[in-house]
Nanobody, 123 residues
Framework: QVQLVESGGGLVQAGGSLRLSCTAS????????MGWFPQAPGKEGEFVAA???????LYADSVKGRCTISRDNAKNAVYLRMTSLKPEDTAVYYC?????????????????WGQGTQVSVSS
């Protein structure tokens, strides 16, 4: 069982930056693939970034060059650094964990999900 808790969301102006954090419980965090999925109001969640246990990363085209996913296995944490934020980035950002590849994580069928953290970008 893995429990995920996101933090770091907030209100930011367009062009600004945020770093989201996701802290996981459990001793086997380092073996999980981790990902981030924002869900905008009225829309389904979408994949934006994933990182494997080995540190390999995958990004959605929509965020390439603007987002960086990283992890600190010693702290059981994964991060999403977002820059050049746009109003359309406004969403609840969910952290996810599973034992699949970063390719498969894009399907959004992960075993574990956090409660989400709100990111609001004003124009």
């Amino acid at each position: 069982q893995v429990q995920l808790v996101e933090s770091g969301g907030g209100l930011v102006q367009a062009g600004g930056s945020l770093r989201l954090s996701c802290t996981a419980s459990g001793r086997t965090f380092s073996s999980y693939t981790m990902g981030w999925f924002p869900q905008a109001p009225g829309k389904e969640g979408e994949f934006v970034a994933a990182i494997s246990w080995a540190g390999n990363t995958l990004y959605a085209d929509s965020v390439k060059g603007r987002c960086t996913i990283s992890r600190d296995n010693a702290k059981n944490a994964v991060y999403l650094r977002m820059t050049s934020l746009k109003p359309e980035d406004t969403a609840v950002y969910y952290c996810a964990a599973d034992r699949n590849s970063i390719i498969d994580m894009r399907r959004g069928e992960s075993d574990y999900w956090g409660q989400g953290t709100q990111v609001s970008v004003s124009s």
